[in-house]
């Protein structure tokens, strides 16, 4: 597979590790009434749908930069490639 | 129709005529007591077992494609009880012995070999993991042999010892481990379900399931409604995806394997061997093929399918213990999807919704489960409690902290 | 021996003549040769011996499909089972032997299976040696194994190298061809990228073996002076032996380029082959087609072949199986076959066409209707029984018979990501769906369009409307006139009645095994391959599969779309595992990684340990010492009696800066490092998400905004890439940046009692190093040798005054000579992992066996340092009851009560008087030693609620290396528990 990484253009997906849903951007708050079923949710169910998948892609042999790729499990086909710092942000990481 | 050696003869003798099929393509009936997800081994066993042993009747098994199409039609053939935990090796052990009896079970020859297998290791850390986990399998009443590079040279002299980047420093070996023919034991299941009445229902894909008030009460389907008083998933990489239908997420993800098969070869490996310090396991079917598999591409998939870098990965592998084998053809590689599960370790249990089953979350090992698979979860669905060898494959365990992790990897599917 | 079967022209170089042997005896061959084609010139019809029942086959096809004559190439270590002998380039001195046959080809013992060959139809074996069970293992499987199998190998390394590449291009073009050909030119002049690659030696293809004229000159000069033009393209790569192996995602094609394989040997420092994997923009598949068999009794006597192989044989490489011949056919085209090679002067004794209407295409005679029912001839044909339209029965007598059934498009790539080809009923065959891998397009015959001048039109629209697609100008197309014969075909599969059909030729397939398939269910297309083995030999089908699937659909009264097809999956043909693998074998399979002290330490003879990528001195043998314990020992002692070196740069180090360094490694560890003063150092345990200890190491204040972490040897990589998860993707605003510098810094342990002594020596004497100046657990950026940087770090794994010391990595080696240099007046000793792991144990220090990534915080006995006032990584989970329970394992230390006994790792606890079974399992030994310091084994391990139970005895259990017998638990801390030394 190819990766276009944001700022480093095309790059073999072999320079990648992966490690999965980009939802693990969301790690709930630890102070939460609930927070143990909130983090048993969040660090083991997932999704796992059969096409578009938002997941999260490290550049290991390159920049280090985390990223969040999505791409279609069933045909692997990458529609976007984002910076997962940018997405943490974008999506309310505050701290 | 019993099979034999006798018959094989009278049938030769007299055209073939007196064969008949092997299993009923049977239409789907408005309802069942027990309707079975999934036409592979784990659910043909299921059925199998449900019938024969817990003598439960009005049972269908759906099969969205054709029977044993899916994991059980391509794997690497491996049966092991090898396990560290005491979570798993007493499932696996049980399953084990129900493979060394399987034939005569099934009156059908699914080749089970004993032809034992060798995990070699290459570090003092790794002998000392590889000793605590024969002790643990001895200790559930497993076999286990820890041996000597010098014994393990015996039996496979031609492994690379004089210019190894990861020298061996012995290996773990299950004597009763070994393959069997992946194909044979769905057809010999099914066959084995079709006489104890089980309706076999291919091309018959579910599209939904019907709950009322938390409760189950049947599947649609592609060939429509079929009613159930428990419906039970066993679809392995699909596991999402049919129970996404009934509104659950599951801690499974699936991962994209593949496996390799060789030209055949006039015999080569004795017995099934693991290469420690890369990602290569092979063994040689009784038609000659090398069988060859390692690690998983790695990233979620559903296309049965995977990239060249794994495959690179894998005949590495090969070479650094078989350096003979360069000259060696590889024929074809195909993919399947691994349902991976957040600690690597399968899921048998009930779910929330009143009536419905699952299971699930083989990873890759699901093959070598399949009897026992079937055995632990007709009887959960015949008696609603866990059969005393699977008690700790429940969905709750991560909740509470009692995971089964062999490999140590944590809540990282793609690294079990 | 003569070639008597040599006709006249043809492509080989009769100039250059070439011996080689074939089952030890000597035959005369040319230059532009292949092992088939040079037997068949030579009067050797008889080439192998099929799978199952060990028919005598000769050679099928001209191709890499070749089913039949499969060889064992070459002799001694580069053996290569299964080799083509229709794709083995002939080369002076070529060795081949026959293989799957005992004792010879024409006397084959295993022939008797045929005789019994209605005893072992398909799917036999799964009805009986069920009894006695042990007889599977004992008896029948290991006949079983022997019987199977094809080609066997040397059992000695693979005595070539292979390489590997990567290639880029705009458009690869797949197969040379007429389409290819064609596709490649308008590409090349259009000034695309182009590689062009095509699995033959001689591109051209098909206008290699025809006799037809392209424009005014024969197809092969046409194709030879395209060749010619391509190649002298700038932006052209023509690509010849190299086959096209697997499409793969995002236009990623793997390619293996035969560089020496019809050389007798590699030239020196050449590869064998090379994999190459060639990134396109675009791919265009002109593949071809492939022609297809009949099925009739008795078609696989050697002598029975493709007549589109016959021709080949005839056109290019001027051979013939025989000099009378017949054809079969159900098209046209079987009967430019029978012109061509009655051209050349073979007796043409007739053509066999099972359509009423026939055409006459020659002086020899046309058999309209007419279909055959038997053949003769054991090891080659000699003649054949015809069944004419008017119902009469005719023996013809010939030593060769070509077979057309047909055309297939050559679809395979095209299902490489899962594509499902589509039937076509005017041709009678499959073709390309509509789903194709990303970037490809289908030209040519693979594309279902058969006359040459279509073909050719086909390649360069195709490659036109891809040079508009990248932006390319794109050139007139100025196409040659040639061949342009309509299809014209009748589907016709098998002959009624007939049994012994074969349809897979290697794996014995025959249409009575399909007919028993249906009897017995195994009806879908996927049962009917697994049941039967049909389409499952070395070709994956390419020559049985469609006879196959049609008789399925006849028995079944479906079409035979709707039976489906099975799916062709990589590689298009087989490809040496070599190749894949490339030069990463032997000592080479993975990168060696060395420490700074390396070079010194293998002066000093030292032993050295694989720890992950790195090789580490394992321990320094002396003179006189004859067994590893004695060195191991020693470096021990001497480290604890005075001092000792060790070389520790393979820990990971990762710098931490920015304002946020303090919070963000209070994220990190699970305990807390926001009030760690600077000029400190703080042990940090890190945990995974899920609560579980990740891996455990030292961070060191530098500033109040820069930190410097260690990491295991191990976890080096993975901790790093955790780190910059927490930091990109969970706390993204915080100022803080990471940089691994592992490599950056050589770094020294200097242990013992003596070791501030020894330091003093070395670092320069304006930092004061004394207790008092720099205690333990103190850092700082220091200088050496006369104003040197360096770090130092008070920190001990040993349990002794300790310290660890930094210098760039590239000062190492003169660092470790300087230590040593220094420490002469003190006896230092340098030691390494074995007394590393040693002093680790004596101490009770946690190491790898410990972090086995199953234990926590609690089980490590650190519990109380998982800070309940802040937020880190795995504290939320690592309160779940299950990692809680009252008889959690508990990190403790083991001696035998009998000193002489072993404490081995991997042993099992029980409690004294209760059964030995893994349902009373309390523990087991995750690292053990021999303790010079205290005269016998210890072991550190995990006992249920071990902490309350220092003094039991408990029994240890390994029934796998036979120990049994009694340890106590005692507190992990062996040596100086109190901790006096290490902060002396």
């Known amino acids: 597979m190819i990766i276009h990484h944001p700022i480093l253009g095309p790059r073999d997906s072999a320079e990648f590790t992966y490690l999965g849903d980009a939802n693990l951007i969301h790690r709930p708050d630890w102070q939460a009434e609930d927070a143990l079923a909130q983090f048993t949710d969040y660090g083991y169910q997932r999704k796992n749908p059969a096409g578009v998948h938002r997941e999260l892609w490290f550049h290991e042999q390159g920049d280090r930069s985390w990223l969040v790729v999505t791409r279609n499990t069933v045909t692997h086909e990458i529609t976007k490639v984002e910076l997962a710092r940018d997405v943490a942000r974008a999506e309310g990481r505050d701290t | ?416 | 021996m003569t070639q008597v079967n040599r006709l006249s022209g043809g492509l080989i170089d009769r100039n250059a003549p070439l011996s080689f042997r074939f089952d030890g005896k000597t035959y005369q061959g040319h230059k532009g040769d292949t092992l088939a084609s040079a037997l068949l010139a030579n009067g050797v019809r008889l080439m192998g011996r099929s799978f199952k029942y060990h028919r005598p086959r000769g050679v099928m096809t001209a191709g890499s499909e070749e089913p039949n004559a499969l060889v064992e190439l070459r002799s001694g270590a580069a053996q290569e089972p299964n080799t083509r002998a229709t794709t083995a380039e002939l080369f002076d001195g070529l060795e081949a032997n026959s293989q799957n046959r005992w004792p010879s080809l024409a006397w084959d013992a295993l022939a008797i299976n045929d005789t019994f060959s209605n005893f072992l139809t398909a799917g036999f074996y799964y009805k009986t040696f069920m009894w006695p069970r042990a007889f599977w293992e004992k008896l029948y499987e290991p006949i079983i194994r022997k019987a199977a199998g094809l080609g066997s190998i040397s059992f000695e390394p693979d005595p070539d190298q292979y390489d590997k590449g990567f290639r880029h291009c705009d458009l690869l073009i797949i197969g040379a061809g007429p389409t290819g050909l064609a596709a490649a030119l308008t590409a090349g002049r259009a000034g695309l990228d182009v590689i062009l690659a095509d699995e033959d030696f001689a591109l051209g293809g098909r206008l290699n073996a025809e006799q037809f004229d392209v424009g005014d000159q024969s197809g092969a000069h046409w194709a030879a002076n395209t060749v010619a033009e391509l190649a002298s393209l700038p932006n052209v790569r023509v690509m010849a032996r190299t086959s096209i192996l697997g499409a793969f995602d995002h236009g990623i094609y793997g390619a293996v380029e035969r560089v020496s394989d019809h050389l007798a040997r590699p030239e020196a420092g050449k590869p064998r082959q090379i994999l190459w994997r060639i990134y396109t923009k675009r791919a265009l598949l002109c593949a071809g087609a492939m022609e297809r068999p009949i099925g009739f009794e008795n078609n696989d006597r050697p002598g029975i072949m493709l007549a589109s192989a016959m021709r080949a044989y005839a056109n290019r490489w001027a051979a013939t199986p025989a000099q009378e011949i017949a054809v079969f056919t159900n098209n046209d085209d079987g009967h430019r076959t029978a012109a061509d090679l009655a051209a050349k002067g073979v007796t043409v004794a007739a053509v066999i066409d099972t359509r009423e209407n026939a055409p006459k295409t020659g002086s020899y005679e046309v058999l309209a209707g007419a279909e055959i029912t038997g053949t003769q001839g054991r090891l080659g044909l000699r003649s054949v029984d015809v069944k004419m339209a008017n119902g009469q029965t005719r023996r013809i007598a010939c030593g060769a018979l070509g077979v057309s059934g047909g055309w297939n498009p050559n679809v395979h790539l095209t299902c490489h990501q899962r594509g499902k080809p589509e039937w076509r009923e005017d041709i009678a065959g499959f073709v390309p769906g509509a789903v194709l891998p990303q970037g490809m397009s289908v030209a040519g015959a693979a594309q279902g369009i058969f006359p040459t001048a279509a073909c050719m039109m086909s390649g360069a629209e195709a490659a036109t409307d891809i040079c508009a697609d990248l932006g390319a100008p794109t050139p007139a197309i100025d196409l040659p006139s040639t061949e342009d014969a309509p299809v014209n075909i009748t589907p016709f599969w098998h002959v009624q009645g007939a049994k012994r059909a074969w349809l897979d030729q290697q794996n014995d397939v025959t249409a009575k095994d399909v007919k028993l398939a249906h009897q017995e269910n195994f009806v879908s297309v996927e049962h009917l391959k697994r049941y039967t083995t049909l389409g499952m030999a070395t070709d994956q089908g390419k020559t049985s599969n469609i006879p196959g699937l049609a008789i399925m659909a006849e028995l079944s009264g479906k079409q035979i779309p709707q039976v489906g097809t099975t799916i062709f999956r990589p590689p298009y043909t087989p490809t040496a595992i070599g190749a894949l693998a490339g030069r990463s074998r032997d000592e080479d399979f993975r990168p060696t990684r060395k420490t700074p002290s390396h070079v010194w330490a293998e002066e000093q003879g030292a032993q050295f340990v694989e720890v992950g990528m790195w090789l580490r001195a394992q321990y320094f043998p002396r003179p006189g010492e004859t067994h590893w314990r004695q060195s191991v020992d020693r470096e021990v002692l001497q480290t604890r009696n005075s001092v000792g070196i060790c070389d520790v740069t393979t820990l990971g180090k990762i710098d931490v800066q920015g304002a946020d360094a303090a919070a963000f490694l209070n994220k990190i560890y699970a305990n807390g490092f926001a009030k760690l003063p600077v000029g400190k150092v703080r042990y940090g345990l890190m945990l995974r998400e899920d609560g579980i200890a990740m891996d455990d190491g030292t961070a060191a204040r530098f500033a109040e905004d820069h930190f410097v972490v260690t990491t295991t040897t191990a976890n080096a990589v993975p901790v790093y890439r955790h780190m910059e998860f927490v930091r990109q993707c969970l706390f993204p605003n915080m100022d803080v940046q990471l940089i691994s510098t592992t490599e950056a810094w050589a770094q020294f342990s200097v242990a013992g009692p003596n070791a501030r002594k020894l330091l003093q020596k070395v670092v320069d004497a304006e930092h004061d190093i004394s207790n008092e100046a720099f205690p333990y657990m103190a850092c700082g950026q220091i200088t050496v040798a006369n104003g040197l940087r360096a770090r130092l770090f008070r920190i001990s794994f040993s349990g002794e005054l300790a310290y660890e010391i930094a210098v760039p990595t590239r000062y190492g080696d003169a660092m470790i000579r300087k230590l040593v240099e220094a420490g002469k007046e003190f006896d230092a000793v340098v030691y390494g992992t074995e007394a590393l792991g040693v002093m680790r144990i004596e101490k009770g220090h946690a190491a790898g066996n410990e972090l086995n990534g199953t234990t926590t915080a609690l089980n490590l006995g650190m519990g109380r340092m998982v800070s309940k006032k802040k937020d880190s990584i795995g504290s939320t989970l690592s309160e779940r009851d299950g990692l809680n329970t009252e008889d959690a394992l508990k990190l403790v230390g083991f001696k035998p009560v009998d000193t002489e006994h072993p404490v081995p790792a991997g042993a099992h606890l029980m409690t004294k008087g209760d059964p030995v079974n893994a349902a009373h399992d309390q523990g087991y030994i995750t690292s053990a030693c021999y303790s010079p310091n205290l005269g016998c084994h210890i072991g550190i391990g995990y006992l249920k609620s071990g902490d309350t139970r220092l003094g039991e005895v408990v029994r240890l259990v390994s029934p796998l290396t036979g120990l049994d017998h009694d340890v106590e638990v005692v507190s992990a801390h062996f040596v100086d528990p109190e901790g006096e030394r290490l902060r002396a």
């Open chain 2, 1 to 416: 129709m019993r099979y034999s050696g006798l018959r094989v003869i009278k049938e030769a003798l007299t055209g073939h005529r007196g064969w008949g099929p092997a299993w009923r393509d049977a239409d789907p009936k408005p309802d069942y007591d027990y309707v079975i997800i999934g036409g592979g081994g784990h659910g043909l066993a299921t059925a199998y077992y449900l019938a024969k042993k817990y003598g439960k009747s009005r049972i269908a098994v759906l099969e969205k494609g054709w029977i044993g199409g899916g994991n059980v039609g391509r794997n690497t053939t491996i049966i092991r009880s090898n396990y560290l935990l005491d979570g798993n090796e007493p499932f696996y052990e049980l399953s084990l012995q129900l493979w060394e009896n399987l034939e005569q079970e099934l009156n059908y020859n699914a080749m089970v070999s004993q032809r034992g297998i060798l995990n070699l290791f290459h570090t003092d850390a790794q002998r000392d993991a590889f000793i605590r986990r024969g002790n643990a399998m001895m200790l559930n009443g497993a076999d286990a042999d820890l041996m000597s590079t010098e014994r393990i040279l015996e039996k496979y002299p031609f492994l690379n010892v004089h210019n190894a980047r990861f020298p061996i420093k012995g290996g773990l070996a299950q004597h009763r481990g070994g393959t069997v023919r992946h194909d044979a034991v769905a057809w010999g299941y099914a066959r084995g379900a079709d006489q104890h009445g089980v309706d076999i229902i291919q091309n018959c894909e579910v599209t939904g399931f019907r709950i009322e008030h938390g409760k189950v009460l049947g599947v649609e389907t592609s060939r429509g409604y079929i009613g159930a008083k428990k419906v039970a998933s066993c679809v392995a990489g699909s596991s999402s995806r049919v129970m996404e239908k009934a509104g659950m997420r599951l801690p499974i993800e699936s991962h994209v394997l593949q496996a390799f098969v060789s030209e055949g070869l006039k015999p080569v490996l004795p017995g099934v061997i693991t290469f420690g310090a890369g990602h290569f396991y092979c063994s040689q079917s009784d038609k000659g093929g090398l069988v060859f598999g390692g690690d998983l591409d790695g990233y979620n998939s559903y296309a049965q399918r995977g990239n060249l870098p794994v495959v690179e990965d894998v005949c590495e592998g090969g070479m650094a213990i078989f350096p003979m084998l360069g000259r060696v053809r590889l024929l074809r590689m195909w993919g399947g999807i691994m349902d991976m599960s957040m600690d690597g370790s399968p899921i048998i249990d009930q779910t929330h919704i009143e009536g419905l089953y699952f299971n699930g979350g083989w990873c890759y090992g699901g093959f070598k489960a399949t009897p026992a698979s079937g055995l632990v979860y007709a009887h959960l669905l015949a008696t609603d409690t866990p059969h005393p060898t699977a008690t700790a494959y429940r969905f709750d365990r991560f909740e509470r902290g009692l995971m089964i992790d062999e490999k140590g990897m944590g809540n990282q599917p793609n690294l079990h």
